[in-house]
């Protein structure tokens, strides 16, 4: 079915992710593999034993640079109870989404979009419920942008 798609201003804006504030480099962090990618755009995997987002395990925690600048995370997880915890967990963090009963459009939705616009950050949680995978995008909203400079050869 189509896209269930829910957006709210951001009451907490966060300035970056995991207290590695936008803009900053993220050369030499221990935690992080080593840099994947050439030219503007550089990815780095958190490598901890167990990776979590507040209390919510998660698969995989990706932090991009661009222009040696950090401007995304991308953080994935699966399953259905994980993808409820995470959206709780968002909630509580960064703004209540309305998902009062006859909100939601009718029939069972398998694409969910809930996004989340502070003055500095986008949060933007995709979920399919057919896949059970989940892919939240935390992002500088000044440093995204320049991700799709370089789109059509320009």
Same mark, same amino acid.
């Given at each position: 079915g189509p896209a269930l798609?829910?957006?709210v201003s951001m009451t907490n804006d966060p300035g970056g992710f995991l207290n590695i504030p936008w803009t900053s480099s993220l050369e030499g962090k221990a935690d992080l593999s080593p840099p994947e990618g050439e030219g503007r755009v *550089?990815?780095?995997n958190l490598m901890r034993t167990t990776l979590r987002l507040g209390d919510v395990p998660v698969s995989s925690i990706r932090l991009v640079t661009i222009d040696e *600048?950090?401007?995304?995370?991308?953080?994935?997880?699966?399953?259905?109870?994980?993808?409820?915890a995470m959206l709780e967990a968002l909630?509580?963090?960064?703004?209540?989404?309305?998902l009062t009963p006859g909100q939601l459009a009718a029939g069972a939705q398998s694409q969910q979009q809930f996004t989340w616009r502070g003055d500095?950050?986008?949060?933007?949680?995709?979920?399919?419920? *057919?896949?059970?995978?989940?892919?939240?995008?935390?992002?500088?909203?000044?440093?995204?942008?320049r991700f799709n400079e370089d789109i059509g050869g320009q």
């Open positions: 798609l829910l957006a *550089k990815e780095y *600048k950090f401007a995304r995370a991308v953080v994935r997880y699966e399953g259905n109870d994980t993808h409820q909630q509580r963090w960064f703004g209540a989404l309305d500095d950050t986008e949060i933007n949680l995709t979920y399919d419920s *057919k896949k059970g995978w989940g892919v939240l995008y935390v992002e500088s909203r000044a440093l995204a942008p």
